[in-house]
């Protein structure tokens, strides 16, 4: 029997990795150290298919390990490799766990992350990095089990940043890097029964951290497992698991390629083959809406493996991506591996977390930015149903800021440590049906190297498609991928009418990073899902990215960039997720779900009911049950269920509403329909009565609100009586309402800039945050021009308030005008607007703001919810009524900034906590936002981190009657035209009065 090793060598002759393999153990030239060559690595085995067990022995070498950092990796540290000998003393060594970052751990001492976006942070010379390099020393000592079977075996490491140099019992194995790839080890000849030694020496910098240039936190450490692996004789090296399907035919084929001859079963497919033999059956395929999966086993003479195949077929037909016969619209986000307290090493709980989240909320792909996932990820998406798109560890950002000169891709040198990364992922990847695409890496620039990798993967795995976003002539890929187009260029490129070279005019489209989720947002989602519903070569896009890069802190809560003290750092544009830290889903989240819900359901044009479509690629609509509700005001007064079809993909139906309830109120009140999609079942990734789509289809307009009239205000020395409102008679500021005190009533045009507002990835000049404070938009000032009190006929009257409110040192201003009327008890404020001057950029808010009682915690309203949103993230606002406090209110974004605001909102009342005290209600006319703080936009502004955020004793309403758009400018496009708040006439009131 041959040696596994040599079978594995034997087998990936036949198509060659490209793994550099040197024996001289200083292989360095004499100016470059081993980590500083710019080489993959010595020593290790080359790359195979990962499988998550099989009968074969395995002993996992994750826990506790002994610990020794440097913080240089000059010659005299190099030199010292005493420790690696059997019978060191580290007993004076730190404790650390395994998988593990050593910067998140030891409280500090052993040194601090550190974040960039794309500047590298040590000076850039490529392969040399600086001396003053964190070199971690690790020991662990492990027994084989008794049972441990002789023979072969293979030391395996499957995540360590960013070059690592190992020994056994005393002696050296080798070393690599690719920080995010497996690499193994044959150790059968030094292993012993007891105390054996395992040493490895880790490099924070090399010549790898050149080519991952990842816009993350740097985090130095062995993070993924560490894993003994028996090998029998006998064994499979490597095999590849060949599953197409053919959608006209309904079969499949299957053929598993082994480099050790051996049997494949599928028992319910009645497959009973040798490798290499070629079997066609009838099959149920997979897709990620339908992830049908088949249990097999490959026997050879010395292991039995599970598989777990899923058949389908992916190509480029007519210029459009297509699985199983059909076009696939992506609803993807881009996924980095991250965890608040354990940075990338994340553990198999939290990955099943994030793809039950996506599953969720209706997510149905993954692009793995920008590097393979901890492949038990993988195996999730195969099970759960997602496409992915497979990153290759690789990426040269940093190169950019100095028009990619030196750029590793473009130089031949480092061409076999590209194709060993390519190899590394492929290889290791290529059993799950889940990935579809194979990706050359990310923001690289261009060069040789990609087509030799391109080239590579070609000859290897003709199955899938080949995605780079970094080459606009898109000559090395199979589809045309962008970040961050704008919706314009989107709707020309989906015309076909964008230009460029020929050949990428006949490619899909695919935006693999867009609506950038930093902080508030993103806007403009909706617009975007048109195009890719409208655009047949449009085939979706993920969103960047899937959670807040956020690391647990105990006095910032959740750290960024620059809260360890690095010299270099870009903020908190690591926190641009849809997800927080913590995995709390944010509004974007809420909106993206409703945005790709995959079923339609909306008003008939023609008034019969209302029309569903199925969205699906796969799937019909057998699998969910629908509900209608018909409301009035906000509030449910009857329930049923709706008679729904089983349409296919792409179908549509008009579904009659039953007539109008018994139980609704015979006249008056707002009407509606809400119809729910919801699980008819339980399935793997949710319960029976999830939420998967939902409309509304209107029965009535609004019911517009009368202002209050019929009073006469009456002053006595310095106040003003109207109604129920006490008034100051010199200023016309209301002092109560009611019983309700009121504090600081004015109109309010500013709000704390969101991320996509200051728009750190955007140019200076375009930003419109930094051009509001230009503006000094962030410092109004009010002029009380006049106070005068209006008489009526009948008694009526009006207190009437001019102001002018203007930035210092501008020519620019807004002349308001306060107009309060008051009858039945009631109290009501017209607000007219009228700019003056030039304004050249829009306004942030327009409404007005006051101060209540802090007692004032608990809210209810009429309007959009029950979630936070915005003009251009309103597409989750249901329609109803709902309450929260207003602690619920505050949208906890790690960096503080304009959040909470409720929109479409009829009637909002405020009522004070406990049992004391009359709740204040608002009506407005026409519907505003609101939103209900325990400090100042101006204190929000000034927050830093959540903690800064310190409750007063008041609670601060803002009533707004508009609002600047969100947007996607943090690393994207602006606010659409649509969206943005101009500075114009504008009149809108509010009526107030206790309840």
Not at 36 to 52: N, Q
Not at 267 to 291: H, K, M, Q
Not at 538 to 565: N, S
Not at 664 to 690: C, F
Request: glycine share 10%; charged share 20%; net charge negative.
């Amino acid at each position: 029997m041959a040696h596994p090793h040599d079978t594995l060598a034997a087998s990936a002759s036949a198509h060659p990795t490209p793994t550099h393999h040197d024996d001289d153990p200083h292989r360095a030239t004499a100016a470059h150290p081993y980590h500083e060559d710019v080489s993959p690595g010595r020593g290790c085995l080359p790359p195979r298919a990962w499988y998550a067990g099989s009968d074969a022995a395995r002993l996992s070498l994750n826990g506790t390990w002994r610990l020794r950092l440097a913080g240089t990796a000059d010659a005299t540290v190099l030199a010292d490799t005493a420790f690696a000998a059997p019978g060191h003393d580290s007993s004076g060594w730190a404790a650390v766990t395994v998988p593990g970052h050593w910067v998140l751990q030891g409280d500090g001492a052993f040194g601090s992350p550190a974040y960039t976006n794309t500047g590298y942070p040590f000076p850039v010379d490529p392969p040399r990095v600086p001396t003053a390099n964190p070199t971690g020393d690790h020991l662990h000592t492990f027994d084989l089990p008794d049972d441990w079977p002789d023979g072969h075996a293979v030391l395996r490491f499957d995540g360590v940043e960013s070059c690592a140099r190992v020994w056994l019992n005393g002696t050296e194995l080798g070393e690599f890097k690719g920080s995010r790839l497996p690499h193994e080890f044959a150790v059968d000849h030094l292993l012993k029964p007891a105390g054996n030694v395992l040493a490895v020496r880790v490099h924070q910098w090399s010549s790898g951290s050149y080519l991952e240039d990842q816009d993350q936190w740097w985090l130095p450490g062995i993070f993924r497992d560490v894993t003994l692996l028996h090998r029998p004789d006998g064994t499979d090296a490597d095999f590849f698991v060949h599953a197409s399907y053919d959608h006209a035919t309904g079969t499949g084929t299957l053929c598993v390629d082994a480099s050790t001859p051996g049997r494949v079963t599928v028992p319910g497919l009645g497959i009973d083959a040798a490798t290499g033999e070629r079997v066609s059956v009838p099959v149920r395929p997979w897709t990620a809406e339908t992830p049908h999966l088949y249990d097999g086993t490959l026997a050879t003479a010395g292991e039995r493996i599970p598989l777990r195949i899923g058949f389908r077929t992916v190509v480029v037909e007519d210029g459009v991506i297509k699985v199983n016969g059909r076009r696939i619209l992506l609803r993807g986000v881009n996924r980095h591996e991250f965890h608040p307290e354990t940075g990338r090493a994340v553990d198999a709980d939290t990955m099943r977390h994030d793809v039950l989240l996506m599953k969720r909320h209706n997510i149905n792909a993954v692009r793995t930015s920008h590097y393979p996932p901890h492949p038990a990820f993988l195996a999730l998406c195969d099970e759960l149903g997602l496409w992915v798109i497979d990153e290759c560890d690789l990426e040269t950002h940093g190169f950019g800021r100095d028009g990619w000169r030196r750029n590793p891709v473009d130089d031949a040198r480092w061409t076999p440590a590209l194709l060993d990364r390519a190899a590394r992922m492929v290889e290791r990847d290529k059993n799950h049906p889940s990935v579809i695409m194979w990706s050359l890496g990310n923001e690289c620039g261009t060069g040789a190297g990609l087509t030799a990798m391109a080239e590579w993967i070609r000859d290897r795995d003709p199955s899938r498609l080949l995605h780079y976003e970094g080459d606009p002539s898109s000559k090395d890929t199979d589809v045309y991928s962008r970040m961050y187009a704008g919706h314009a260029e989107v709707d020309t490129i989906g015309r076909r009418a964008d230009g460029g070279p020929e050949r990428r005019g006949t490619l899909p489209f695919v935006l693999c990073e867009y609506a950038h989720a930093m902080g508030n947002g993103p806007g403009g989602l909706s617009e975007y899902q048109r195009l890719f519903e409208t655009h047949e070569r449009c085939q979706g896009g993920f969103v960047w990215e899937w959670i807040d890069h956020g690391l647990a802190h105990p006095r910032f809560g959740y750290a960024y960039g620059g809260d360890f003290g690095e010299e270099l750092h870009d903020g908190a544009f690591v926190c641009d997720g849809l997800v927080f830290p913590d995995r709390t889903p944010s509004p974007g989240l809420v909106e993206y779900k409703k945005v790709i819900e995959p079923v339609r359901i909306a008003a008939d044009g023609a008034g019969r009911g209302v029309r569903v479509t199925n969205g699906h690629d796969f799937a019909d609509l057998s699998d969910l049950a629908f509900t209608w509700s018909y409301e009035v005001d906000g509030e449910s007064v009857a329930t049923g269920a709706l008679d729904v079809p089983a349409l296919a993909p792409g179908e549509s139906a008009v579904c009659a509403l039953p007539p109008t309830p018994a139980t609704a109120p015979a006249t008056g009140g707002e009407r509606l329909w809400t119809v729910r999609a919801e699980l008819a079942r339980d399935t793997a990734w949710a319960e029976r009565g999830h939420p998967v789509a939902w409309g509304q289809v209107p029965v009535t307009d609004r019911v517009a609100v009368p202002a209050a009239c019929g009073d006469a205000p009456v002053r006595d020395g310095d106040v003003l009586t109207l109604g129920p409102a006490v008034f100051d008679a010199r200023t016309g500021a209301p002092r109560r309402i009611g019983s309700v005190p009121v504090d600081a009533f004015r109109l309010d045009v500013w709000r704390a800039p969101t991320d996509n507002d200051e728009a750190p990835g955007g140019p200076a000049t375009d930003r419109v945050g930094p051009r509001w404070r230009r503006l000094g938009l962030h410092r109004m000032q009010h002029r009380l021009d006049a106070v005068h009190l209006e008489a009526g006929r009948d008694g009526n009257g009006a207190l009437v308030v001019r102001t002018r409110v203007a930035p210092a040192a501008a020519q620019v201003g807004l002349a308001t005008v306060y107009r309060w009327t008051a009858g039945d008890g009631r109290l009501t404020l017209t607000v007219s607007v009228t700019p003056e001057g030039d304004w050249t950029v829009p306004l942030p808010r327009l409404g007005v703001r006051f101060g209540i009682p802090a007692a004032y915690g608990r809210v209810t309203w009429f309007g959009g919810g029950p979630g936070e949103a915005y003009r251009d993230t309103r597409a989750a606002a249901r329609l109803g009524r709902h309450t929260s406090t207003v602690d619920a209110l505050q949208t906890p974004y790690v960096h503080p900034q304009e959040n909470g605001a409720r929109t479409d909102v009829r009637w909002v009342t405020l009522t004070p906590d406990g049992a004391g005290g009359d709740a204040l209600r608002i009506e407005a006319e026409p519907a505003c936002s609101f939103t209900a703080r325990r400090w100042t936009s101006e204190q929000l502004d000034a927050a830093r981190h959540r903690t800064d955020l310190v409750p007063g004793d008041t609670v601060w309403v803002n009533l707004d009657h508009a609002h600047q758009g969100i947007g996607s400018e943090s690393c994207g496009p602006g606010v659409l035209p649509q969206h943005e708040l101009p500075a114009r006439p504008a009149t809108f009131s509010f009526t107030f009065g206790e309840v």
